[in-house]
């Protein structure tokens, strides 16, 4: 079946975020041998996990508490997964389908589908750009983290290579598009500066709920764009 041009952008979109995120997925793999668990048990997360940030603040607790600071480990890890129960809430309605269709999806809700799904114009795109984006960091990023396991510390701190820094390159060039009126700039620039100013003094998970909540608090309820929707429409009642 031909896509439409909204689809093929979506698929584009979907290409870029996906290798750049796959790639950095060879850190997680060397970081998490290099934390003490083995290269099966690392696999095993990224497969059943599939949710890189809970991942990385799983094995962050592990290397600095060992094996004793499992259930700190696994704390964190929930804590900072909760906010893909947020984008789910989101998603829901655009994917519809079965509970079989909506079992899967929850899988592969993760930042980069619901943000790459997001940015599309229609309801076909989005859909598009979801789960393109899901399968491919699904198989890009298990792959890497085996392929990161397998060099563990051959390669040294994976970090100064710039993976990191790919993966938020992609979502910037996902995000600046979108920052053409006040309500999505006072959105991202709002839950950016809660995550700076909380991260210093919370634990890991905390400052990403507390931005997602300003999010939803300031993108949920519109309040910047009905007063640009209403400025015009004031402006031209004056006139008239």
């Not at 439409?4 to 975020?17: G, N």
């Not at 995550?195 to 939803?216: E, F, Q």
Request: with cysteine; charged share 10%; hydrophobic share 55%.
């Amino acid at each position: 079946m031909p896509r439409s041009p909204d689809q093929s952008a979506a698929v584009r979109a979907s290409l870029a975020v996906g290798l750049a995120v796959s790639a950095y997925g060879i850190s997680f793999g060397a970081l998490s041998v290099a934390s003490g668990l083995d290269i099966w048990q690392t696999c095993v997360l990224s497969l059943l996990m599939f949710s890189g940030g809970s991942q990385f603040a799983l094995i962050g607790v592990l290397a600095t508490g060992g094996a004793s600071a499992g259930w700190a480990a696994i704390a964190s890890a929930v804590l900072l997964g909760t906010r893909n129960g947020l984008y789910s809430i989101r998603m829901a309605p655009i994917l519809g389908g079965t509970w079989r269709r909506r079992l899967l999806a929850a899988h592969f809700t993760i930042d980069e589908s619901t943000a790459v799904s997001t940015a599309q114009t229609n309801s076909g795109a989005q859909r598009t750009g979801f789960w393109w984006t899901g399968v491919l960091i699904f198989v890009g990023w298990n792959v890497m983290t085996f392929v990161g396991a397998e060099l563990g510390n051959l390669i040294g701190d994976v970090r100064q290579y710039g993976l990191d820094a790919a993966a938020a390159a992609a979502f910037l060039g996902l995000l600046w598009p979108r920052l053409k009126s006040l309500q999505p700039v006072v959105v991202a620039v709002g839950a950016a500066v809660v995550a700076v100013v909380l991260s210093p003094g919370l634990p890991p998970g905390l400052p990403v709920l507390a931005a997602a909540i300003v999010a939803v608090a300031v993108g949920g309820f519109n309040w910047f764009a009905r007063k640009l929707d209403v400025a015009p429409v004031e402006a031209a009642e004056r006139a008239s």
